[in-house]
């Protein structure tokens, strides 16, 4: 858990942020996007089922025919803070959320593998950067094991 220490108008106050890493702006934008998300779910003028989000990165189900008509409601919110681009389902296929997720016809779940953006460097923590060793060791056995994570259920 990352602790942030912080003086706001003269008073002190403390941040428990989740794990190293992600810090206070990442808490901003979680607030940010549960308010943005109830917003669009009340007033949008096609229903709005399932909505999943992480950090810039969401996945929504919809009526595919409703699909750009729910993308202009959720752009007309607050169109110069926040705008949604859509991708679209290719061959059962749709890269989302870091995944890639593949509908199997024949079980009817979801299969997902890791996907990464064409602009994603690979550098998570830099060599020589001033991590302890632990922390080096647990970001490669975090990817490992997401790797091996090859269906959701």
């Not at 779910?41 to 919809?62: G, L």
């Not at 779940?109 to 990464?116: D, K, L």
Request: glycine residues 4%; hydrophobic residues 35%.
């Amino acid at each position: 858990m990352a602790v942030w220490s912080v003086v706001f108008n003269g008073k002190h106050y403390i941040l428990e942020s989740g794990p190293i890493g992600l810090g206070a702006t990442v808490e901003d934008a979680v607030i940010y996007m549960e308010e943005f998300q109830i917003c669009a779910m009340q007033t949008s003028p096609y229903p709005i089922n399932q909505w999943y989000w992480y950090v810039d990165d969401s996945e929504m189900k919809c009526k595919e025919d409703q699909s750009e008509r729910v993308l202009e409601h959720l752009n007309s919110i607050k169109p110069d803070v926040i705008i949604f681009t859509k991708g679209n389902q290719v061959e059962d296929t749709l890269p989302v959320l870091d995944l890639k997720q593949k509908v199997n016809k024949e079980t009817k779940q979801v299969e997902c593998t890791v996907h990464y953006e064409k602009t994603h460097t690979n550098i998570n923590v830099k060599e020589k950067s001033n991590h302890p060793p632990y922390i080096k060791k647990s970001i490669i056995k975090g990817f490992a094991h997401r790797s091996s994570k090859s269906i959701m259920r």
